[in-house]
């Protein structure tokens, strides 16, 4: 055993819950074994770790444990900065990567979970592991599988454009946010057909929208830029121009009622019975028209 101890089997004496016949004395021995692998500490564990520098090659061929201390204290710029430790080897190996060399020397020490867990471990003959660019020490273990297997070791430091790619992005995310969740709602949502005007809307809309031209003619007309004289000898009622430039109304009574005779109330309450009689009249010459046809038809 590791750190020299040794462990005392003592024979079983007696029948009893322990002995199972000839062969109760084996497993008294197997359980006392195994205890005493559970119970060494690993104080008494000797190991022999390379500690590993930056940008240097290691190469070995045996199952070997080593260590990687951070001793650059990472500033702003480093953010997008990536630490990696790779073994490349010529046949599969198992890697196994802890916090420090207290780990290290659990992993030594039997126990049945380490037993158990190295079968599930995977094989690979080449891995990155990455390490913290905050983490002070990181240690792993590189178990050899097959005889004349050879491997390397090597810690890279490099500027990492994916992780700068990803703080771009997420600039982008934090400020234009409110503005791309209002080209993808808008994607989203379903086109409405816009809503008709009714005809008192119509009519209402048409007069507001008229007043308001109208007000903007005036205002220009008493503007500087508006020249009068030339205003006057293009128009055929220079005194009707005047007196809308000083605010009365553009129509005359005469042209009010020609207004309402033929675009008001009373004009499409005209065109919906003209319409009505045009289209009775013509049900009854198509009605009348088929009894004439078949008439012919009989004579002939």
């Not at 007696?14 to 195994?34: D, E, F, K, N, Y």
């Not at 916090?99 to 867990?117: A, M, R, V």
Request: include cysteine.
């Amino acid at each position: 055993m590791a750190g020299g101890m040794k462990v005392a089997v003592l024979s079983a004496v007696g029948a009893g819950p322990w002995s199972w016949g000839a062969g109760g004395g084996g497993a008294v021995r197997l359980l006392l074994v195994l205890s005493g692998c559970l119970v060494c500490g690993s104080a008494g564990i000797d190991l022999n770790v390379v500690m590993l520098q930056e940008s240097k090659v290691y190469y070995m061929n045996t199952s070997q444990q080593s260590c990687y201390k951070n001793v650059l204290i990472p500033k702003w710029h480093d953010i997008w900065t990536q630490i990696q430790i790779r073994v490349n080897s010529s046949k599969l190996v198992r890697v196994t990567q802890v916090e420090n060399e207290e780990k290290l020397k659990e992993l030594e020490q039997f126990s049945i979970w380490n037993f158990f867990s190295s079968f599930l471990k995977e094989k690979l003959n080449d891995t990155y592991v990455n390490v913290g660019l905050y983490s002070t020490k990181t240690c792993l273990k590189v178990e050899i599988i097959e005889e004349d297997t050879k491997y390397s070791v090597t810690v890279t430091r490099r500027f990492d454009p994916k992780l700068f790619l990803i703080f771009l992005l997420g600039l982008i995310l934090f400020f234009c946010g409110d503005l791309l969740s209002r080209k993808m709602c808008n994607a989203t949502e379903k086109t409405v057909p816009p809503r008709l005007l009714t005809e008192e809307e119509y009519r209402i809309q048409g007069e507001v929208e008229t007043r308001k031209a109208l007000e903007k003619l005036r205002e220009y007309c008493n503007s500087p830029d508006c020249s009068a004289w030339k205003t006057v000898s293009r128009i055929q009622s220079p005194k009707r121009f005047a007196d809308f430039v000083e605010g009365s109304f553009h129509l005359t009574p005469n042209e009010v009622s020609v207004h309402e005779q033929e675009y008001g109330l009373e004009s499409i309450i005209a065109q919906d019975e003209l319409y009505e009689e045009t289209s009775s009249e013509e049900e009854d010459s198509d009605s009348r028209y088929p009894a004439i046809t078949q008439q012919n038809s009989f004579l002939t």
